[in-house]
């Protein structure tokens, strides 16, 4: 539906509180052995991934790139 020039990887570890239900909307990610599910997203366009992590709050620990996890941490604060 959606194309782009380039993409950057994304990764995302998620809650052991929310694994359950992000690994529906997200089979391709990895359970952690500390519970936690870690999910690579190929982003496109960051303001999509900024708002794509704020709906899970604290359950999303946006892992790298650093460039993403501070844009998210922008829009928090």
Same mark, same amino acid.
């Given at each position: 539906?959606? &194309?782009?020039?380039?993409?950057?990887?994304?990764? $995302?570890?998620?809650? &052991?509180?929310?694994? *359950?239900?992000?690994?529906?909307?997200?089979?391709?990610? &990895?359970?952690?052995?500390?519970? *936690?599910? #870690? $999910?690579?997203?190929?982003? /496109?366009?960051?303001?999509?991934?900024?708002?794509?992590? #704020?709906?899970?709050?604290?359950? /999303?620990? $946006? $892992?790298?790139?650093?460039? #993403?996890?501070?844009?998210?941490?922008?829009?928090?604060?």
């Amino acid at each position: 539906m959606f &194309r782009a020039e380039s993409t950057v990887a994304a990764t $995302v570890a998620f809650s &052991r509180r929310i694994a *359950r239900w992000l690994k529906e909307r997200y089979p391709a990610g &990895r359970d952690q052995p500390n519970g *936690r599910y #870690l $999910v690579t997203f190929r982003v /496109a366009d960051p303001a999509w991934f900024v708002r794509e992590m #704020l709906q899970y709050g604290a359950d /999303a620990d $946006v $892992v790298g790139p650093e460039s #993403l996890r501070e844009a998210v941490k922008r829009a928090i604060t």
